[in-house]
């Protein structure tokens, strides 16, 4: 086995998002550093932040609501831009919620502002001078959504410990943006939003 | 109950797709004319066709993988821009897979063209001189999509029958399109493509 080499660790703040850029055959590992935490997360093709990971070609390609490990998400063009390569939380990850966004947040009845998946998404692209027209749809990391023979959805609260990670392989050069998701209405982040991180391996 | 009229029919021939533009409280009705077809809906509103019809947003709404009667499908802006009121068949739709396009045609071994769900659906915005910069995931009409308690999808034959229907009303004024998915490759439409209409209804 290689051994694997911890090439950057850069900690997203509860309610706070951030983006890393890594090439292909690096890995992204993310981390729920207090645990029962959701982290809404992005990818972007490197060259042209327009082509960007996408669910509903993902589970085209998979068959499945989540990518099982070995198997790839795909962009709107249908490249694997990640494949998952390692899990060690329950395995509850969520790819068919929107982010959650100032809208999410007025119907829920907050008047005046609230961190969002959105627009700490948009934040983390312009901090390296990036913009994208589009909030694609997100892998929700550790969210906990199961789905029943009926249709219907359950929003439960996150079941990751302190240190579960999940871990993705580049396929392509990418822009990986991940936000601490700051939902404090849906009690879906266990005890309340906390802080995740992101590790950036090679070898 | 008001009498309902039909004031305009539009048929989709096989492999193709049309665009209706509809005012709020109108309602569009889509007929599978000779069973098994399934079709490929989307939704811009009238005034800005940047903000569409949006699967993701529309399920953290209901909370249910498709719409139940009377349940609305939420833009990306989260403003509902159609409600489902009504439908004779068995009841399958799907919301999880993404519009066929080249690039899916390409995987599954096509050489030269074929006719997408992607591109029928550009060509019929610009029918009416509007432009879309994505393909957003589509309603699925009559597709069959059964999700088994692992996560796992099965592509089975639509088993809608001749004459049955699905109705949305608009919420917003808003332009409606429709194709009739030409995917002879995956047998999910039952005996090959065939022809959909769509109903404009008023009263």
């Not at 395995?91 to 005046?112: E, F, N, Q, S, T």
């Amino acid at each position: 086995m290689k051994p694997t080499t911890v090439e950057e660790r850069v900690v997203v703040p509860a309610r706070e998002g951030r983006a890393v850029t890594v090439t292909a055959g690096q890995r992204v590992r993310v981390v729920d550093l207090e645990g029962g935490q959701v982290g809404d997360l992005f990818a972007f093709a490197a060259g042209d932040p327009a082509e960007h990971l996408s669910a509903s070609h993902t589970r085209s390609r998979t068959s499945r609501l989540f990518p099982a490990v070995g198997e790839p998400f795909l962009t709107d063009r249908r490249r694997p831009i990640l494949t998952l390569v390692s899990d060690t939380s329950p395995g509850w990850h969520d790819m068919l919620i929107a982010a959650c966004d100032p809208a999410r947040y007025a119907a829920l009845g907050v008047r005046g502002a609230h961190a969002s998946c959105a627009e700490n998404l948009h934040r983390s692209l312009a901090g390296l001078g990036l913009t994208s027209g589009v909030t694609p749809q997100p892998v929700n990391v550790f969210m906990r959504i199961p789905v029943q023979e009926s249709g219907e959805l359950r929003w439960l609260p996150a079941v990751s410990r302190a240190g579960d990670a999940i871990t993705f392989e580049a396929v392509m050069d990418c822009v990986v943006v991940l936000s601490a998701c700051p939902q404090d209405l849906v009690g879906i982040n266990g005890n309340g939003p906390s802080p995740l991180a992101i590790d950036v391996l090679s070898g």
